[in-house]
Each structure stands twice: as C-alpha cells, then as structure tokens.
C-alpha cells in the first residue's frame, strides 16, 4: 500500500482505498489493510467496499489480484456475491 489513512466510517474506508495513489503491491500491504480495516468496520464485510464502482480502477484490480494470490489473508471465497447478468 502506498498511500491511504483508515478513517472509522465505512464511506471514508472507500473514499480511501480509492484514491489515485492507493495500490496493493505484495502480500503485506494486503495483510496491512485488510487487518486495518477488520479493526474498523467490525459489523460489516469488506467485501462490499472491494465491489463497489472505484474510480481507481488499477487500485481496486491490486486489491483483488493479491487477494487470489493470497487468500491466507484475504479470500473473496469467504463472502457472499451476486451474479450479475454478462449480457
């Protein structure tokens, strides 16, 4: 992670993650955040902040590339998703 401050709102973790600097480079940034932001939002899933429209785009693909790599830390497996129509 390059750059980012966790902030005690969940708007504020998104406004965060998506700022044009932030990227996920190795599997400590990804342990960092993702324990960063556990601390924070204890009654809601992440999930919903990696799936949301991020206008960092490169940022939020880091996010889930690290998290294929290393679902250890951090597996999209875990939480629930809806399919979308590809159509």
């Known amino acids: 992670m390059e750059h980012g401050h966790i902030h005690a709102n969940p708007i504020g973790i998104n406004a965060t993650n998506d700022h044009p600097e932030f990227i ?3 599997k400590q940034a990804l342990k960092l955040i993702v ?3 556990k601390r ?3 009654d809601t899933s ?3 902040y990696i799936y ?3 206008k960092n785009s490169e940022g939020q693909l880091s996010w889930i590339i690290h998290s294929l790599k290393h679902p250890d830390i951090f597996c999209l497996a875990d939480y629930p998703s809806k ?3 590809t159509e």
């Open 24 to 26: 996920i480079k190795d």
């Open 35 to 37: 324990q960063a932001i």
């Open 40 to 42: 924070v939002i204890r």
């Open 46 to 48: 992440p999930i919903e």
């Open 52 to 54: 949301r429209t991020w």
């Open 83 to 85: 399919k979308t129509a």
